[in-house]
């Protein structure tokens, strides 16, 4: 219901003291690449809020995450050309990547194996273009994929079960979302709302009737990506609003 807020078990934890992810990536990670899934499910959606008896179409698209360069020209004086100095903010930065302003509201679920070799579900809901991004991510202990894709993409808000959370023991991802995305702010819902049938519910009640099959397909096997995505649809759309956040 629009205007309603979040009651459903969920809890908010304050950011940690921002700290640099360029050190973490290089002392962790040197020599690993640092790629998105290739199990990525992008679809559009035509946003309506959920809840209001509404149907959502889906698109099916693949999103671009190379890197937009720029060169400055040479001055005409025969002078070695500048380069720009200065690091580009990381909002500016997904910005011209992705073609997305400051002002999108974007909610992450994060739902994660207990493996050796962690598997990491992360379903991204856009409201504001009305967008759904789920990947499942085969990452090291470290998560530096994880946490790459989550920087690339910088959602406002991310969710976690709460047996990731305080006051049970932090999982390492937690912890490290806590200290490397300072600017989310970080909830926990209860593991009910983590359901792999009702993330397929959700996909065959908002997607459009010709795409239902082929994202159906795509999502084969990615179990904690369709789990991340039933617990951001498990809450009414008009509670992820921007207002509700602060």
Not at 118 to 126: D, I, K, R, Y
Not at 165 to 189: G, H, I, K, M, Y
Not at 220 to 245: H, M, N, R
Request: proline fraction near 5%; charge should be positive; aromatic fraction near 6%.
């Amino acid at each position: 219901m629009s205007g309603q807020s979040v009651t459903r078990d969920s809890t908010s934890y304050g950011s940690a003291a921002p700290s640099s992810s360029s050190a973490y990536f290089q002392s962790t990670s040197q020599s690993q690449r640092l790629s998105s899934s290739p199990a990525t499910v992008r679809s559009a959606l035509q946003a309506r809020h959920v809840g209001h008896g509404h149907r959502i179409q889906y698109t099916p698209s693949v999103a671009s995450t190379r890197r937009s360069t720029s060169r400055t020209s040479a001055s005409r004086s025969g002078t070695r050309p500048s380069t720009a100095s200065g690091r580009k903010s990381r909002a500016t930065t997904t910005s011209s990547i992705l073609g997305l302003g400051e002002q999108q509201n974007i909610v992450c679920a994060l739902g994660e194996s207990c493996g050796v070799t962690p598997s990491v579900g992360v379903a991204f809901v856009n409201i504001s273009l009305g967008e759904a991004t789920l990947s499942q991510i085969c990452d090291n202990q470290s998560y530096v994929k994880t946490i790459h894709k989550i920087q690339m993409l910088s959602p406002s808000r991310i969710v976690f079960r709460s047996s990731a959370c305080p006051p049970n023991n932090p999982s390492t991802l937690f912890s490290l979302v806590q200290e490397l995305v300072p600017e989310a702010r970080c909830d926990a819902l209860d593991r009910s709302a983590w359901s792999e049938h009702a993330g397929m519910d959700y996909i065959h009640e908002l997607a459009a009737p010709d795409d239902v099959e082929a994202v159906k397909f795509a999502l084969q096997g990615k179990y904690y990506a369709t789990c991340s995505f039933a617990a951001v649809c498990d809450q009414p759309i008009s509670t992820w609003s921007l207002e509700k956040l602060g």
